[in-house]
């Protein structure tokens, strides 16, 4: 079987190239396992088919000859905080530090360039003092699977950008290295939701976040581990 991704320029994270969040859920699809690692290797690129291998608990993703992202089985063990309300998570959007500076303003999921029904629109900021950060989502009915539920890899966007808002903010770039994610349950399209996210650690360039997906009623729909490098930025 002939197996391709191709990555419309609707779903970009930097302007010439695809959000990881998204790449990594369109992947992710082909293993069949509760939490499924994606690494990036190069910048997906946009608009041309890309060619799917896959063996028993793992897909790779190819652009010719070159390896552009690694999907595996993976072990999950993160735990959410508890969610705060779409009221609060609001209130919270309102420092988002992308409104004053933001380094792809065009990104699908957290590009404040991108309309309603465009862009996902999610816009972390600190909720009050602790270390959480949350926005709200509300995701149109363009996200939707045949079943009329937000499709998985939308949920995996929406699980991506956010970390990259959870840590101090540096000097140059952070871009997706690795997406590790637990979808455990779906969200309708229209369905108010919450995306938090949080700050684990670093080590040198590399930074690791978590990040959860609420639905309506506060229960966790999904979690992911980021892990972010830290480029100079030119």
Not at 96 to 108: A, I, K, M
Not at 126 to 140: E, I, K, M, Q, R
Not at 190 to 201: A, K, L, M, N
Request: aromatic share 8%; charged share 20%.
């Amino acid at each position: 079987m002939n197996l391709t991704i191709e990555i419309a320029t609707r779903f970009c994270g930097p302007p010439d190239s695809g959000n990881g969040g998204y790449l990594a859920g369109r992947l992710a699809a082909y293993v069949d396992a509760p939490a499924v690692a994606v690494r990036l290797r190069v910048p997906p690129p946009l608009g041309r088919a890309l060619r799917v291998e896959r063996s028993e608990d793992t897909a790779t993703l190819f652009d010719g000859e070159t390896r552009v992202a690694e999907a595996r089985a993976a072990k999950l063990d993160l735990s959410a905080p508890p969610s705060p309300t779409f009221d609060e998570a609001m209130e919270a959007a309102r420092a988002f530090r992308g409104y004053d500076e933001h380094v792809f303003p065009g990104c699908f999921v957290c590009g404040p360039e991108r309309g309603e029904g465009d862009g996902l629109r999610i816009f972390p900021g600190a909720l009050g003092t602790g270390p959480l950060f949350a926005a709200p989502w509300l995701p149109d009915a363009s996200l939707a699977d045949t079943d009329g539920k937000v499709a998985s890899e939308f949920a995996w966007a929406a699980l991506d950008c956010p970390g990259a808002f959870a840590f101090p903010q540096i000097d140059g770039v952070c871009l997706l290295g690795e997406l590790c994610a637990s979808l455990t349950g779906t969200v309708q399209t229209d369905e108010p939701c919450v995306v938090t996210s949080w700050e684990i650690g670093h080590e040198g360039r590399k930074h690791f976040t978590g990040s959860a997906l609420h639905g309506e009623d506060g229960a966790c729909r999904g979690v992911a581990l980021g892990t972010w490098i830290e480029l100079p930025r030119s």
